[in-house]
Nanobody, 123 residues
Framework: QVQLVESGGGLVQPGGSLRLSCAVFGFTVNYYKMTWFRQAPGKEREAVSCIGSGDNTDYADAVKGRFTVSRDNAKNKVYLQMNSLKPEDTAVYYC?????????????????WGQGTQVTVSS
């Protein structure tokens, strides 16, 4: 059974850091395109960062230079290291999986999703 389980969210002050984790069950992460999405209240879900099966990565312009996506094949997990957090990063963050040929920021390409973890950046 396919399952994605996010963890690591919480409340952090502006300028702080968090590391999100996505534990994957039912398939091997390095065979898929693994992407972090986020959704803020009243806004559409947006792609944040992706790591492909060839270790290529993509980032939304809003997070370039601050966020880093990585994968641990031995643990079958994907991570999102978030530094220099801003209030506008506040959202529910989701881990999602798509075929390796998918367009990384196309929401409709992703068939497997986690339940999400809340990130709140506030003083």
């Amino acid at each position: 059974q396919v399952q994605l389980v996010e963890s690591g969210g919480g409340l952090v002050q502006p300028g702080g850091s968090l590391r999100l984790s996505c534990a994957v069950f039912g398939f091997t992460v390095n065979y898929y395109k693994m992407t972090w999405f986020r959704q803020a209240p009243g806004k559409e879900r947006e792609a944040v960062s992706c790591i492909g099966s060839g270790d290529n990565t993509d980032y939304a312009d809003a997070v370039k230079g601050r966020f880093t996506v990585s994968r641990d094949n031995a643990k079958n997990k994907v991570y999102l290291q978030m530094n220099s957090l801003k209030p506008e990063d506040t959202a529910v963050y989701y881990c999602a999986a798509a075929l390796k040929t998918a367009k990384w920021d196309d929401y409709d390409e992703y068939k497997h999703w986690g339940q999400g973890t809340q990130v709140t950046v506030s003083s």
